[in-house]
């Protein structure tokens, strides 16, 4: 018996001294012949480093100009001309129109179509559905300036005019009015804010405007209207400084009446234009050409809705401005209404205008988009003319991807929170 087992034991260990001989040799298949082990080579001084190989270099991503020009190109003319207007909301029938066989830029909403938040937000909501197989986003635009103006329904946090927020002159305060007002309209589902009124205000009797705007000089003004932006960028909403060339030193009400004002260029760049200045360092996506005309700096006397000189030998060479042109509304009597309308649709557009703001007349939006489009066919508008608006409307819609999507829980849960109410608190104590 202990024969057989020394015997077993040199067999399992003749087993595996051939095996370990085996795997020696390097044979990688049993019939293979033994080969000479491979010499191992020594790597020279100056040899390669594996960082150093030149890999195959990937393809380039698209730049955001390519990207860009990429959604352009794949634009019919019409698809371009839908995007320069933002319109007033009427009815869920009629924006899906407008959506899906004009290709809308955006809606302005007015409160009286909706009465709660949850309304607002199913609005939103409904509105975003409908253009969801559109690469470009719509602008959901609201004039929340807070006070006087405002479109955000009851529970929202109240907000004082701005003449009393400037008063206090606490821009760290003013930052925080931006940040409240962008939240909850970010919460409803609205991207865009009309404000802020950047127009300086010391005519007393300008009733249509005294509340709305930050003060009476330039300094204050323009101390303010770059605070609220600034809290307002801090929540993705973009915003858009309102009345260029300015609407503080009249009394007349554009949406009556073409206010004219008779000051010189140099006061104007003295004083009206600092507050528009400071928002476009600041980084305003839009300024709003206001209804009013200043014959003294552009005797064509034409609004400057409608003039060159304003939009672009001022604005935007002069000032430096490179983002969107709006008009105020075009339904307002301070421009050319009836027969003398679509006329001064070119005009404006040929002066530097981007986008048309039109209340809710279905009329009057389908009239100005006839009216761009006669002027493209006409050749009066070139189509490179188009596409230079079209690359700042796609330039500042890309940026709207940024701001949260919320839940309707989630939103109610910011909508006129006790944080909010808290952070202007102080605008109440006196």
């Known amino acids: ?56 270099s990937p393809k380039p991503s698209p730049t955001e100009e390519e990207r860009f020009k990429e959604i352009l190109g794949g634009m019919t003319v019409e698809e371009k001309l839908g995007q320069l207007l933002i319109i007033g909301y009427s009815d869920a029938e009629h924006a899906e129109t407008m959506i899906k066989e004009y290709n809308i830029g955006g809606f302005v909403l007015f409160s009286r179509s909706f009465d709660t938040f949850d309304q607002l937000y199913e609005l939103t909501s409904r509105l975003r559905e409908n253009n969801e197989e559109d690469p470009l986003p719509l602008w959901i635009a609201l004039d929340e300036e807070g006070g006087t103006v405002t479109r955000l329904p009851s529970g929202r946090t109240p907000i004082p005019d701005a003449r009393k927020v400037g008063g206090l002159d606490d821009p760290d305060l003013t930052e925080t009015v931006g940040w409240v007002i962008g939240r909850e309209m970010a919460a409803a589902g609205a991207n865009l804010d009309f404000a802020p009124v950047v127009d300086i205000v010391d005519n007393p009797e300008n009733a249509f405007m005294l509340k709305r705007s930050f003060g009476s000089t330039p300094e204050e003004v323009s101390r303010h209207a770059a605070a609220f932006l600034k809290g307002l960028h801090s929540t993705g909403v973009q915003g858009c400084a309102k009345h260029f060339p300015g609407h503080g030193g009249t009394a007349v009400d554009s949406h009556k009446d073409m206010p004219v004002l008779n000051a010189s260029l140099e006061e104007w760049l003295a004083k009206d234009a600092l507050p528009f200045q400071a928002v476009i360092d600041a980084g305003v996506e839009m300024v709003m050409a206001g209804h009013l005309a200043f014959p003294e ?29 709006i008009t105020d509304d075009i339904e307002m009597q301070g421009y050319p209404q009836g027969d003398d309308r679509k006329e001064a649709v070119i005009t404006s557009f040929l002066a530097g205008i981007d986008l048309f703001a039109i209340g809710p007349s279905p009329q009057i939006q389908l009239e100005v988009l006839e009216a761009l489009r006669e002027g493209v066919e006409s050749g009066r508008i070139t189509e490179q003319r188009v596409d230079e608006s079209l690359m700042r409307v796609i330039k500042a819609k890309m940026k709207l991807k940024v701001i949260p999507r919320y839940s309707l829980e989630e939103a109610r849960e910011i909508f006129g929170s006790r944080e909010h109410k808290e952070a202007v608190s102080r605008l109440f104590e006196n």
């Open 297 to 325: 700096i552009d005797p064509s006397e034409l609004p400057a809705s409608m003039s060159s000189v304003f939009l672009t030998d001022l604005l935007r060479d002069r000032m430096g401005f490179e983002g969107l042109i």
């Open 1 to 56: 018996m202990l024969k057989k087992f020394l015997i077993f034991v040199i067999l399992i260990s003749l087993t595996f001294l051939f095996s370990a001989c085996f795997f020696q040799t390097g044979r990688g298949d049993a019939g293979s012949d033994p080969e000479e082990p491979a010499e191992t080579p020594v790597p020279s001084a100056d040899a390669e480093k594996p960082s150093q190989i030149q890999q195959p």
